[in-house]
């Protein structure tokens, strides 16, 4: 397995060896080609003024090269056509290698040849007195980093990369989509990382899927002896006012069993299987004419949606009301800044400020309130559905005892306002 922290340590000690080897190849090749081709002609044709004649005598070729030898601080060689030695001042410079002037490497360190005009080799080596400048230094130390980030660059963004694409599965799965799995790439720790998602993804997938078939078998179970319980009441008997209790205990169970099998379905699942353009008005309308004291009024408004969803919605809105409010309950539709509004108030007191944040939670009841109706799942369904519809519900005190509900109004209706 390759370890990650190797990985890096090779790309910066891989980046480090590149730089060597580059600046080793560019000072060879730059020692042996002349880089400056024509100045050092013209230096040849200026220093040909101040040597002797190439037929003076060797004593004051000799002459001149010590005087220049002591002004310049440099040492100096000059040869003939033949590169046989003339005149040397300081250490011993070898003869010009090439046919043409330019740098040169020797024993005691690089030195420039310079053609003279008569056919005469002048050859100097100046000393490196001063220090590089503050700007050549910033720019071998900058050509330095900008070789390590090209060298490195690669090999960490393909780490990053893979980090992202790992993010991105855990975000989706995250989100719902318990299929998710990400591709794994590599030996390292990422890999390994990856691998474990996966694992670990199939084993959520693989325990959602068996929670609801324990739901679904759950369903079956208990609505099959609620079933024989109803049709067995039917034939005992007994005073009509114990029959109609035991009705109304069997109805809420069957409607207890009803909402935990819708919350699981909405736990379970991100996306709505059904999508319809759904009158919202309307929807109200159909829904609110079940109950006695129970008012609506509006425009329509278009969503998109669920029809089943959105109406059990609107249902638990209005049973919320009649057992923990007051008559007359009021539902009213409209729009407002492109979204559509549902508001459900009654005439019961405000609810205290300090339990609306958990007005919503799974099987919470407000203290003091109606005993023990109500199941604490209605006003949890009410969120689910809202935002499956990509809206949601708020507890609305400024209009009293008011649950407001706010939802996209569907693309085509948004098309035509």
Not at 379 to 387: D, E, M, N, P
């Amino acid at each position: 397995m390759r370890r990650l922290y190797l990985q890096i340590y090779l790309t910066i000690v891989g980046s480090l060896v590149l730089v060597v080897i580059t600046a080793g190849l560019l000072w060879h090749f730059m020692a042996g080609v002349p880089p400056f081709g024509q100045p050092f002609e013209i230096a040849g044709e200026v220093l040909a003024e101040l040597v002797p004649a190439a037929d003076a005598p060797l004593a004051q070729q000799q002459q001149v090269i010590d005087r220049w030898a002591r002004r310049l601080g440099a040492d100096l060689a000059l040869y003939g056509r033949a590169n046989e030695p003339l005149a040397a001042a300081g250490q011993r410079l070898p003869a010009p290698s090439r046919g043409t002037g330019g740098w040169q490497r020797t024993p005691v360190g690089p030195a420039v040849s310079i053609h003279l005009p008569d056919g005469r080799w002048l050859v100097a080596r100046l000393p490196l007195q001063r220090r590089p400048s503050a700007f050549v230094l910033a720019v071998f130390l900058g050509a330095i980093a900008l070789v390590v980030a090209l060298g490195a660059f690669p090999v960490v963004r393909r780490l990053t990369g893979r980090l992202e694409r790992l993010q991105d599965g855990v975000v989706s799965l995250g989100a719902g989509d318990l299929r998710s799995r990400v591709k794994i790439e590599g030996r390292d720790e990422v890999a390994r990382l990856a691998q474990s998602f996966n694992q670990a993804a199939t084993r959520i997938e693989s325990l959602v899927d068996g929670h609801k078939i324990l739901l679904a078998h759950a369903s079956h179970e208990l609505r099959t002896p609620l079933a024989r319980i109803r049709l067995g009441l039917e034939l005992v008997e007994a005073a009509p006012e114990r029959k109609l209790e035991l009705q109304r205990n069997i109805a809420e169970l069957d409607r207890l069993v009803d909402e935990i099998l819708l919350a699981s379905r909405l736990d379970a699942t991100e996306q709505l299987e059904v999508r319809e353009e759904i009158d919202l008005a309307a929807l109200a309308a159909e829904e609110c004419a079940r109950y006695d004291d129970c008012s609506v009024e509006g425009k329509a408004v278009m969503v998109s949606g669920d029809p089943m969803l959105l109406r059990r919605m609107i249902r638990n809105l209005v049973e919320n009301a009649q057992l923990h409010g007051k008559p007359p309950i009021e539902v009213s539709v409209g729009d407002q800044n492109g979204q559509a509004v549902l508001n459900v108030s009654d005439g019961g007191p405000v609810i205290a400020e300090e339990v609306r944040e958990r007005l919503f939670s799974t099987f919470y009841r407000v203290p003091g309130t109606s005993g023990a109706k109500g199941s604490g799942l209605g006003l949890a369904l009410v969120r689910q559905i809202a935002r499956r519809h990509a809206g949601d519900v708020t507890y609305n005190p400024e209009r009293g005892s008011c649950f407001t509900v706010v939802l996209p109004q569907s693309q085509r209706a948004a098309a035509a306002d």
